[in-house]
Nanobody, 122 residues
């Protein structure tokens, strides 16, 4: 299984970015998809996830109302639309797939992408 994350870059505060994660070699529609991030010197943290049953979504409080996760099972991709970016959103963003719960725990995922860097300048 391979997960390829893309879309990171440098953006000014208040701007937007769209991250994508493409998955191969799995039945994408039967997996929960999550995004996590790790800022320099900090632990990895949950950002958002979308479940494969019913497509339910969950967001960290810090990104609620600014980030939107979506999945396209036909294309085996999950996207993260980020708007109203803040300097504290600067981090390496990782996509992950899994079947366990809770969606907010990294332990619920067993395949991880390589990460894509998002830098927000103030």
């Amino acid at each position: 299984v391979q997960l390829q994350a893309s879309g990171g870059g440098l953006v000014q505060a208040g701007g937007s970015l769209r991250l994508s994660c493409a998955a191969s070699s799995l039945t994408f529609s039967r997996y929960n998809m999550g995004w996590f991030r790790q800022a320099p010197g900090k632990e990895r943290e949950f950002v958002t996830a979308v479940g494969w049953i019913g497509g339910n979504t969950i967001y960290a409080d810090s990104v609620k109302g600014r980030f939107t996760i979506s999945r396209d099972d036909a294309k085996n991709t999950v996207n993260l639309q980020m708007s109203g970016l803040k300097s504290e959103d600067t981090a390496v963003y990782y996509c992950a797939v899994g079947t366990n719960f809770p969606l907010t725990s990294g332990k619920s995922y067993y395949y991880w992408g390589q990460g894509t860097l998002v830098t927000v300048s103030s």
